[in-house]
Structure formats: structure tokens, C-alpha cells
């Protein structure tokens, strides 16, 4: 149920910025950039938090690695999401 979840949620708000079907009501660029600019802090931010505190019921080897798979994996997919953002 969570791989499910951040799945569907990482797919949804790809699509909100970067949506290549025409969409009735999208919103400006520097809109969507801003707020991007944003999740990209908080998703670092978080990344960092849960390697440096592992939550309860992990071991702290476990916490290190997601740690660092979310900080250097999400990079690799947000040069992704900025490139398209952009050449649109």
C-alpha cells in the first residue's frame, strides 16, 4: 500500500507541472517553478532528516540507505522534471 501510494502521489504532482495533455486551467511557469523549487528543499530536507533519524522501527543501516537513495535517486529524477519543465 505505500510503494502503491508514493507511486500514485509522485505521479499526480509529476503531472501537475510537467502534463503533457493539453490542460484547461494550467498554471504559469514561474508558478510551477516556484513551487517546485520548493518541493525540491523540502524533499532534500526530508531525505536528510530520515538518514540522520531513523524513524521507529528502523534500523539506522536501513534509515541510512532510503537516506540516501531519496537524496541521490531524487535528484536523478528532478533534472528530469526541470529539463521538461523547461522545454516546454
Given at each position: 500500500m505505500i510503494h502503491c501510494h508514493v507511486f500514485i502521489?509522485?505521479?499526480?504532482?509529476?503531472?501537475?507541472f510537467i502534463s503533457m495533455d493539453p490542460v484547461a486551467h494550467l498554471t504559469g511557469f514561474m508558478y510551477r517553478a516556484s513551487v517546485l523549487i520548493v518541493s525540491l528543499a523540502g524533499h532534500g530536507i526530508l531525505s536528510k532528516y530520515i538518514y540522520a533519524h531513523p524513524p521507529g522501527g528502523v534500523s539506522e543501516t536501513e534509515a541510512q540507505c532510503a537516506g540516501m537513495?531519496?537524496?541521490?535517486?531524487?535528484?536523478l529524477i528532478d533534472i528530469g522534471i526541470?529539463?521538461?519543465?523547461?522545454?516546454?
Open positions: 502521489a509522485g505521479y499526480v504532482f509529476t503531472a501537475a537513495l531519496m537524496y541521490y535517486g531524487g535528484d526541470i529539463f521538461v519543465l523547461c522545454y516546454k
